[in-house]
């Protein structure tokens, strides 16, 4: 009765009380340091304020995908728009306080989902994720005491008691954030730096060369795997899990860095670097064209992979010398169809003729140079000759 009564007044609102969003990450010092050095956690929290929703259509009970919500609320206007702060502790103390430099957008629609004795299931809860749209949940039972209709419309429509978000698509990408500003933060790389002093002897009783071949190999099986993974989730039909991606606490990322730790022992830094590791990266688009294939790409052939290389904005271009060495350096050339082969020659012909100008914009820096030529020893010649570099500093 309780339960029917809560969606019918959600029903009729024009609007909802909602509390803020928060995601929390933190990071303990490294087992190596324990009792040794410096122990300092690291601990980061997203979050914002309550905010009012304002509805426009509201639907009850109506499938979507795998669940049926009892809520789901278009939001009124189409783009919501949102801000959130991030704050900082170090070893439990206050360390900074942040405002966020651009605002999220919220979905076009919520879930809200009303429980009374019974919460939200873990089968549910999976396929709200797998859904991935925000879902707030209701707790009626957790209100407590006997309420009349007027007070249970306020509570429902204007107050935050019992209400939480069990999921919200900003927070996995806010959590990324996070994650990457512990890794850049001040005690994090003290950190680092000291691991790699540890660990520097066994790095360098190996050559360069066979860590590099490590890199590779890890790199290509975790990339790999994720566009097997995505592939699978395009077929995936029922109600099961869908299957997840590897992440960086999987073994072979940790193959990943634990080569790019070593390569750095060796005098080669940023073997680790976004630029470099991503899915559209450096090192998978090389890749793609060195195996004639997609690698971290959900494509078949090499020249597909340059196409969107050669399609991408302007602030790539300045990676493009990169690439046609690498074109050159394994052949790709001899797998193009003649239409492939001209507008390869008409995108190269452009990088040559920035390169001429001094066009900033075709002018790459240094910083992958001595890694690149290790990783991809068919292209060291190549990269050698600075071909392409932005003019040295005076």
């Given at each position: 009765m309780l339960h029917r009564e809560v969606k019918a007044i959600l029903e009729s609102a024009?609007?909802?009380?909602?509390p803020g969003l928060e995601v929390v990450v933190e990071r303990?010092?490294?087992?190596?340091?324990?009792?040794?050095?410096e122990t300092a956690s690291i601990r980061k929290m997203w979050m914002t304020g309550p905010r009012q929703l304002d509805f426009g259509d509201v639907r009850l009970e109506k499938k979507v995908a795998s669940i049926v919500p009892d809520v789901i609320a278009d939001l009124n206007p189409g783009k919501v728009h949102g801000w959130g702060g991030t704050m900082t502790w170090v070893a439990g103390d206050f360390d900074e306080d942040e405002e966020d430099t651009y605002p999220f957008t919220w979905p076009a629609a919520i879930l809200v989902e009303v429980t009374v004795t019974h919460g939200i299931d873990d089968e549910k809860l999976r396929r709200i994720r797998d859904l991935d749209m925000p879902t707030l949940e209701i707790d009626i039972g957790s209100l407590g005491g006997t309420v009349t209709r007027e007070n249970l419309r306020d509570l429902v429509v204007n107050q935050l008691l019992g209400k939480r978000w069990v999921h919200h698509p900003v927070l996995r990408a806010k959590r990324r954030v996070l994650e990457s500003a512990i890794d850049e933060h001040p005690v994090t790389l003290r950190y680092r730096e000291?691991?790699?002093?540890?660990?520097?002897?066994?790095?360098?009783a190996q050559p360069a060369a066979y860590w590099a071949a490590?890199?590779?190999s890890a790199m290509t099986s975790f990339h790999d795997a994720n566009v097997g993974i995505k592939r699978a989730g395009r077929k995936h039909v029922g109600n099961g899990p869908k299957p997840q991606f590897l992440g960086s606490d999987s073994e072979l990322?940790?193959?990943?860095?634990?080569?790019?730790?070593?390569?750095?022992?060796?005098?080669?830094?940023?073997?680790?670097?976004?630029?470099m590791v991503d899915e559209s990266g450096m090192v998978t688009r090389i890749l793609s064209i060195q195996q004639n294939r997609g690698v971290g790409y959900d494509m078949n052939t090499g020249y597909q992979v340059l196409n969107a290389i050669m399609q991408s904005g302007p602030d790539n271009k300045r990676w493009h010398t990169i690439y046609t060495m690498a074109v050159k350096a394994y052949g790709l050339e001899a797998h193009f169809t003649k239409a492939q082969a001209d507008s390869y020659a008409r995108w190269r012909q452009s990088i040559i003729d920035g390169v001429d100008l001094q066009d900033v914009t075709y002018l790459r820096p240094s910083t992958y140079d001595k890694v690149l030529g290790v990783l991809f020893p068919e292209m060291a010649r190549g990269i050698a000759k600075k071909y392409g570099l932005q003019p040295e500093p005076l």
């Open positions: 024009s609007s909802i009380a909602t303990d010092p490294p087992d190596e340091f324990a009792g040794e050095w000291r691991l790699l002093e540890l660990r520097r002897p066994a790095y360098l490590r890199y590779i990322w940790q193959q990943v860095e634990e080569a790019s730790e070593a390569l750095a022992a060796h005098g080669l830094p940023g073997a680790l670097d976004r630029m």
